[in-house]
């Protein structure tokens, strides 16, 4: 069911932000301070992550003049504002939403795990990618028909979900940070990379962010519309991905292993840059897998996923830059979909004697045999509003640290934090230090 699910979701992310052409400032960095950085950037690959509270002013990309001579007739006098740039600024500002966070202590089962926690799987929302003349709500996403479709829940950035929102609910839950893909969609790069600018500077104690780039029919943006993308800000992002490399199984609907030609450049570019590179696997991609992994033993490569979770230990025997996150736990179930909601996800988590045996049967031994590749996600946002909702994030994290105390102590605190630390070349030490 996840499989369907969280395909149908980038299947139509796509499809609607492709569908829609935005005539919206241009999506490259031309300014020369940000190729400077760039240049700066590819050569020296070792990236400062400790000052995330630091990215630039917001930048206005203004269009270039137009040519002007007797025969251009003035602009009317009466001329309105830009109404694009209104919208998007107001958008953008929803898009963060209030930052007043009522934070009231959980109350962790000393029982349980009760260390730093990290979810190595988080969906933040898309802004609206309506233009901005058709109306706030015209985004496809908000008709009738799919309002219908998504259940009145499919979570939209500044309509239904803010990063404020997003971040205190991590705060509510007692997970101490998430590994964030951000949607970057091709119409809407600039508003939406602004959208992570902002994010990091309020909230870069908790987000690692991922940038999700989705392209025209495929799901990965090529290696040189990626370069500009990650020119706007050099140093913002920290991983690329979720890549979905399965079939959905439609006829044009191609399974990408990893050394398909779509990717040409941008394994190259995360070793450059210091990503991490997060996939969703499709069935038989091992052997594709191996020869990446062996050709960039200094990019981490995290999956998630039922394609490969049986052979993941294969690979994790012949390669140290592997990592998996477990995410199917709550009895091997993905309950984080619309047929759900919180008052169901609670009480169906609630009775943990079951649940537990069944997870720790299919996970145990596979992180105890590799303690240094597994962690633990949620893979929750997709496509339901109702898996923001504090009380759900302490049952999920409630759960994962009932899940984590049943594992080899000398195991627990690499599952649950630093194993995600290392993946993101970050010191153990100074994030402990900086929480
Ligand atoms: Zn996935």
């Known amino acids: 069911m996840r499989y369907l699910t969280n395909r149908n979701f980038a299947l139509l992310s796509v499809a609607f932000a492709t569908a829609i052409t935005v005539a919206c400032a241009e999506a490259g960095a031309t300014d020369p301070a940000s190729t400077e950085a760039a240049d700066s950037a590819s050569a020296s690959p070792a990236i400062d992550r400790s000052n995330t509270a630091d990215f630039q002013p917001e930048t206005t990309h203004t269009p270039s003049p137009r040519p002007t001579s007797a025969a251009t007739p003035p602009p009317p006098p009466d001329r309105p504002r830009d109404v694009f740039a209104d919208v998007w600024k107001k958008r953008i500002e929803r898009a963060m939403g209030d930052e007043s966070c009522t934070e009231s202590p959980h109350q962790l089962n000393p029982n349980f795990y009760t260390g730093p926690l990290i979810d ?32 009145h829940e499919f979570p939209l950035l500044g309509v239904n979900m803010s990063a404020a929102e997003i971040a205190c609910s991590l705060r509510n839950e007692g997970t101490d940070g998430a590994f964030a893909f951000f949607p970057v969609f091709p119409q809407i790069a600039d508003q939406s990379i602004e959208v992570v600018r902002l994010s990091m500077n ?18 990965t943006v090529e290696n040189e519309e990626l370069k500009v993308r990650l020119d706007f800000y050099p140093g913002l992002f920290e991983g690329y991905g979720e890549i979905p490399l399965y079939s959905a199984g439609g006829p044009d609907d191609e399974a990408l292993p990893p050394d398909s030609a779509v990717f040409d450049g941008i394994f190259d570019t995360a070793s450059s840059e210091g990503l991490a590179v997060y996939f969703h696997p499709g069935v038989d991609q091992i052997d594709s897998f191996s020869q990446v992994l062996s050709a960039y033993p200094d990019v981490s490569f995290i999956v998630h996923g039922e394609q490969i979770e049986n052979e993941i230990t294969q690979l994790m025997a012949l390669h140290d830059n592997i990592y998996f996150t477990v995410d199917t736990l ?9 047929g759900e909601n919180a008052e169901s996800f609670v009480e169906k988590v609630s009775d943990y004697g079951p649940l537990l045996e069944k997870d720790l049967g299919t996970w145990k031994e596979a992180i ?3 303690p240094d590749q597994f962690f633990w996600g949620t893979d929750r946002g ?28 000398a195991v627990q605190d690499r599952f649950a934090y630093e194993n995600a630390l290392r993946a993101m070349n970050r010191d153990v030490d100074e994030w402990l230090a900086a929480r």
Not at 202 to 219: E, K, L, R, S, V
Not at 330 to 338: C, E, K, N, P, S
């Open 120 to 151: 190595t799987h988080y969906h933040v929302p898309h802004l609206p990618d309506s233009q901005p003349l058709q109306g706030e709500l015209s985004s496809p996403y908000l008709d009738v028909a799919n309002l219908e479709r998504f259940n």
């Open 368 to 370: 105890e045999t590799y």
């Open 330 to 338: 709550y009895g091997d179930q993905y309950l984080l979909h619309q």
């Open 202 to 219: 309020q909230y870069g104690d908790i987000f690692f962010p991922f940038i999700n780039a989705g392209g025209a029919g495929t799901p």
């Open 382 to 409: 997709g496509i339901a509003v109702w898996t923001f909702d504090i009380d759900v994030g302490r049952a999920i994290s409630d759960y994962a640290r009932a899940f984590i105390a049943e594992l080899d102590p």
